[in-house]
């Protein structure tokens, strides 16, 4: 903590108000809940110092503090909930000094290794007064105008990706009876939604079957002649996909992962001879997948092909652009999306391109009656013809996230969203110029979007690697230098790359390589940050002994 | 709106400052995320009018407006985005007008229908706060010292659930070998999780097998030689855990649910029954699952029994306290959830009786390694070895909501969550006992909690009803009468109370009742709201036509 943190602390002695209230537990705990004047004064007086906090904290450069893990971690081992409620002065210094100040920067503009950005101002004061209102989407009864707000909000991105009529919009939008979009907690959630909405419409009731829904998986396998069931699409899919099955019951082994090619997006010619192979052993195809802004490294799959592949094969045709999905936003770059539109089913995450906060993830259909495979209802809460968004949904309770959403939509515009997309491509553009103009970098491969994987050569290794005469044994070297670059970094906190592994470069070395991973989505990132980045690792790198 | 609210906006006219930017969409987004005095002004004095929303909202007593639902949804169904970001007054204006204005009141002292409650004042400064740290859970790289204080606070909870020995929660509150519970987003995905992994870890690897988890549900009963596979618990149990049959294949027939007596818990002969002709068919029992606070009713299952009948048939045993678990603070209460230290997983929900804003459910376990039946790698994020709290978890990506729960677990303490469980219990029993000495209602059940079942008896049926002579189409009658009061108390907006259907009822009627559904948790509503609310249905009562 900052030494002036510590001084507003010390002089705001507005916690002694509460020593008033230490004869009995029953006043302490109503004083929490009171909205009375003094309630109301002491909660601006946390809000002031907390206010204080993010101030410094959004203004700061450095990605972290230096802390150890091993010591960090030590200030979270008491296991005991006080028997008294602790002291308000004493726990906001704690948590200034142990979770505020050891907190990941992650709005930094030097933090460009994961997927978080600075985010709009507006979004803060909007969380306060989510958190007032603290409404549940789950149903009408604890969300009314939200429940209308959170599909009117959803159409507005169902409309930008799949652009159908006016017609079709005046009919769904608030028709309890349509679903043009689920908002969830985040993607992973959003590509189970999908693939499971998938299973069951392919598995449904019919002849005195009773679907999946309710026979289970095997039974309904069984009924429809199939030998298994698979979902298909790039080795780069995300892991909430081996999520998905393993918990539908179909088991990871039959997640079946194509490989990429160098530019990270799925080899078509193997897709499409996978989907001939499945089909052959009679295998019921759940969905094929498509990734849009692959989370390695932003590639993006050919969707206008597997959408053909797909429909050839009577496919669901899922699109996880929980990354890349705001490429649609860009006049230049939107073609790379080409095909989304022939999705039955796309992931959107609104806390990475949408620039919002964690929590909002999202997943559309084209045909709004698909996710009535998965409804459920309940006597107390769900009810059949009602506007409960949880209805059809696996998630129950959960916030009025969708107040983001709609105000991100409305405020930036899809204008504003272009330029953010577009000077995210550019300065990656740019760093990839500068990482192939720098003589102690390796660009792994051209950017597709604004993900970018490199690495550092050593430098009695780069006249071998200038004429691709690398070994394995010195990529196995390699590795180990950039696994220790990228965690010295890291640890000294000043600025941040993630790092991934990858299975295949174009030298078509058989070790996996370990690689530098930029993620350039934050407006606050300049030319100066990239670069800034750039020479700490040369920095460190010139110390490092292996 | 207000008038005064209305006013404020039009006093503010800092949005002018504004025009200035009109020149170009680059200079309009910058200045959203830019982190200079301008845009901290900015920022401040959005912040002045939400928080002035905010105090209006949370002072008012009515928990609703009258607006019609139709009426109300045609603001919604503008399913464009705007081009050019809008400006910021006007939409200010209408999310005013539109959304805040007629969002529910879930914390009104009147609202007393659902899971809902006033909240404690420090909630509304750490929303912001977590907004403007935006940690992402999912990984240690942008969750520090939030991934270690979220294992602490699941970890004091753990021991106010099981309390184990000091050495025990030494050895694993930060060992990230060991995983004492998993925050989540609900309850929902809580009791999806319990059983996902109860159902991986009863058919794990062996001999070769490499376990459901990889080769599919349909495999591992059959090399484990099973017939199927069941989850078993009372007809009360949520809706969640037909979602979890659905979502993991088994499928919702296979959900077996045992009736509940008259007081809302399971019936336990019927249970041990069950299980044992589940044995004699061969079936897998994923899990049994005692309640600890129907969501219907507040009933709470007879856990120590479930533990017994699950300990003998060596199935998992969860316990779905999402509601109930707070009880745990109680000396007085706590017997009731005597047995859940024998459970091998629970559900607790942050966002109920911990008074923390939506979005924080918790899933514990007695074992710390049975959650590595779910656990996952990805090469970009997710490594064996680190702190990674993704790892072992349902969704991914996910915001810092521990910031909520260790501040309730510290500020509130064990004495104060104490008198809030036992507030919420007494005035339930006050609000009991006027409904039994009004002759308008009849109480359904004794309160098992905090929740309570009556229904409004039209003055016609009173004396037959005195007599325990009501017919099933007296009943009928009596349930729309119900339906339809409850819907206009709704409408009116002053007052709430929630309905549900009972299949059961002490007079051994066929016909379902519609009963009125009373939560009285929130520490705000005095016996004076109970009577205000009870007082409104009479005189609501008095003007229905059925």
Redo the contacts between chains.
Sequence with gaps: MTSSKQEMLNKNSFFESEQTFDNG??E???Q????CNQ??S??KQ??E???S???D???AIDS?TNID?EL???????????????N?ES?LKY?GN???????H??SPRFI????S????????????????????V????????S??E??AL??????IYNFSDNF??QH??NNLSTLGILV?????AN?TAV?CAR?ASLGPKDGF?G??????????DFYGYK?AVIIGSDLM???F??AA?????????LIRIPADRNNRVDIQALRQTVVNCQAKNLLIIAIVGVAGT??SGGVDSLIDIAEIAHQANAHFHVDAAWGGPLIFSEQYRYKLAGIEKADSVTI?G?KQL?L???IGMVFFSDPHLAGA?E???????RKGS?DLGKRA???????MA?FL??G????????Y???INEGIRKTQYMAACISAMPEFELLAEPDTNLLTYRYIPKRFRRVHSINQLTDIDNQIINNFNECLQKSQ?QIGHT?I?R??KKDIKFGSETPIVAM?AVIAN??TTEEDIRAVLNEQIEIAAKIQI
Tied chains: 1, 2.
């Design positions: 537990i029953e302490q705990v109503m929490l809940f009171a909205s309630a109301i002491i909660e946390i809000d110092i907390t206010d906090w993010s101030q904290f959004l203004n972290n893990l960090l971690l030590e200030k979270f081992t008491d296991s005991k909930i006080p028997v008294q409620p602790s308000f726990y948590i142990n979770v505020v100040a050891h907190s990941i992650t709005s290794g994961h997927m978080t600075a985010l709009p101002s507006f979004v803060r004061p909007l969380a306060k007064l989510m958190t007032a209102m603290n409404q549940n989407a149903k009408i009864e604890t969300a009314k105008a939200l209308f707000c599909r009117e159409a507005m991105l169902h409309r930008q919009y005046n939008i608030q907690s985040g993607g992973t959630v189970i499971w069951n009773l999946v829904e309710k026979e289970g998986l095997a039974a309904a396998l298994g995300h892991f909430s081996d999520k393993d918990l539908m019951g179909i088991g990871t082994n039959s989370t390695d995450d806390h620039y906060p964690m929590g998965i459920k209802q309940a006597s107390y809460t769900m506007f696996l998630e129950g309770s959960r916030p009025g107040l709609h105000a939509l409305k405020l930036i515009g899809v204008k504003g272009e330029f953010l890291r941040f993630s991934t592994t991973r407006p606050l």
